[in-house]
């Protein structure tokens, strides 16, 4: 078993992972100053989530079985003033998931037979948050 798995993916396992953060802040002679509006994307590629299982319970790294995609947007927005000369206030609400994107999702697979007509079990299940609004406040002196 040690060997057969030798060179093969630990799974679950993306091929590709990115993630892109942006924001743009009102600047101070702007009517919205202290506003900061931005967002956080992540993209996942398909995961490695199961190889093939021969009767004698060797893997077959050349057919594995993938589970989906994942694409997450987490958007967010906030306020900062300065309440006195030495404090300052900041508000931030923060959504992740946006999409609603909820679980649970499989992280392992396996085949039920070792024959023509197999099918895949997926199991392991990860389970994952749906919308989620975080409201965050700050006084920094």
């Given amino acids: 078993l040690m060997t057969a798995r030798e060179g093969l993916q630990k799974f679950p396992s993306n091929k590709y992972v990115a993630r892109f953060t942006g924001a743009y802040a009102f600047d101070n002679a702007h009517p919205l100053k202290g506003l900061r509006l931005g967002t956080s994307v992540r993209w996942a590629s398909a995961p490695i989530i199961g190889y093939y299982k021969t009767a004698s319970s060797a893997y077959d790294g050349s057919r594995p079985y993938k ?3 994942e694409f997450i947007v987490d958007p967010f927005i906030s306020y900062k003033r300065r309440l006195t000369k030495d404090i ?14 909820h679980g649970p999702k499989p992280t392992g697979a396996v085949n039920n037979i070792d024959g023509p007509d197999y099918e895949w079990i997926e199991f392991r299940n990860e389970a994952i ?10 006084l920094s002196f």
């Fill in 67 to 69: 589970g989906d995609e």
């Fill in 88 to 101: 300052n206030w900041t508000i931030q609400l923060n959504i992740k998931n946006v999409f609603d994107e």
């Fill in 129 to 138: 948050d749906g919308r989620v609004f975080i409201l965050t406040n700050t």
